[in-house]
Nanobody, 121 residues
Framework: QVQLVESGGGLVQAGGSLRLSCAASGSIFSIGAMGWYRQAPGKQRELVAGITSGSTTNYADSVKGRFTISRDNAKNTVYLQMNSLKPEETAVYYC???????????????WGQGTQVTVSS
């Protein structure tokens, strides 16, 4: 099996920073693209940032210049550095990854359980 476990969420004041981590573990042959999504109450889940296996990144327009996604392939971990946080960014943040468990298997899309980020005004 494969697990994604997020950490680093919490309560922060507006303008503050948090760093989220997401570690993949289990039966893993290779990891492709990884990403961070968020879902605020009553809203749809949205992409925040993504990173390919070659470390090409993309960001939602709303976070460009403030958030940075990175990965450590040796640790099967993806990070999201969030600076200048805003109250409207309060949400549950999820990581996802495309993981190939065996060389002959197609990659599957796996999700973490989410970590709460609360930004107070």
């Amino acid at each position: 099996q494969v697990q994604l476990v997020e950490s680093g969420g919490g309560l922060v004041q507006a303008g503050g920073s948090l760093r989220l981590s997401c570690a993949a573990s289990g039966s893993i042959f290779s990891i492709g693209a990884m990403g961070w999504y968020r879902q605020a109450p009553g809203k749809q889940r949205e992409l925040v940032a993504g990173i390919t296996s070659g470390s090409t990144t993309n960001y939602a327009d709303s976070v460009k210049g403030r958030f940075t996604i990175s990965r450590d392939n040796a640790k099967n971990t993806v990070y999201l550095q969030m600076n200048s946080l805003k109250p409207e960014e309060t949400a549950v943040y999820y990581c996802d990854a495309f993981i190939r468990r065996k060389p002959t298997m197609d990659p599957g899309n796996y999700w973490g359980q989410g970590t709460q980020v609360t930004v107070s005004s």
